[in-house]
T-cell receptor, first 114, second 109 residues
């Protein structure tokens, strides 16, 4: 089945460490997104990419960077992790040229920064 | 004011009853709205989309949109314990999605 996968699913790290979260998709979608979710705050957009050469900041990009290695892969990096980056991180995909703008989410990565 | 606001709940509903969820938004140019369901620890999944004023029904779910009053609602008829989840109201403007904080629904047998 066409799918969105994320690795790792859980990660505990220490303050100051560099962390990379990876997202892969087999849906053939051109658009990919990274969100974080904190209790009561819904999902907030970190970065998004409409194709391999297009990277855009979302509403909370500070402290994060991304890389779109291929149409199917979109990685999120925390160069120097801090405790308030503890959250549930979701990758999502969508396809351009539709009116629905539906996004399909991966299973999430639970990140804890000590 | 948040761009998309929801009551966080929990909204407690007896099995078989109607669950009514409300959402208000601040941007008059918003075009489309979605309701996503999220089970605890899982990823959001789309259950309804609505683009124009009025009602849209899909099975036990009805979405209602009133652009003049800037609110969108979701009704769940014949609520089942499996409907217990957090429901996220989502506004789409262009390519950007803005999520509400979600309403937690508990359906009690």
């Amino acid at each position: 089945d066409a799918d969105v996968t994320q690795t790792p699913r859980n990660r505990i790290t220490k303050t100051g460490k560099r962390i990379m979260l990876e997202c892969s998709q087999t849906k053939g979608h051109d658009r990919m997104y990274w969100y974080r979710q904190d209790p009561g705050l819904g999902l907030r957009l970190i970065y998004y990419s409409f194709d391999v050469k297009d990277i855009n900041k979302g509403e909370i990009s500070d402290g994060y960077s991304v890389s779109r290695q291929a149409q199917a892969k979109f990685s999120l990096s925390l160069e120097s992790a801090i405790p308030n980056q503890t959250a549930l991180y979701f990758c999502a995909t969508s396809v351009s040229g539709t009116t629905t703008n539906e996004q399909f989410f991966g299973p999430g990565t639970r990140l804890t920064v000590l | 004011q948040k761009e998309v606001e929801q009551n966080s709940g929990p909204l407690s509903v007896p099995e078989g009853a109607i669950a009514s969820l409300n959402c208000t938004y601040s941007d008059r140019v918003s075009q489309s709205f979605f309701w996503y369901r999220q089970y605890s620890g899982k990823s959001p999944e789309l259950i309804m989309s609505i683009y124009s004023n009025g009602d849209k029904e899909d099975g036990r779910f009805t979405a209602q949109l009133n652009k003049a009053s800037q609110y969108v609602s979701l009704l769940i008829r014949d609520s089942q314990p499996s409907d217990s989840a957090t429901y996220l109201c989502v506004r789409a403007a262009g390519n950007k999605l803005t999520f509400g904080g979600g309403t937690r629904v508990l359906v009690k047998p």
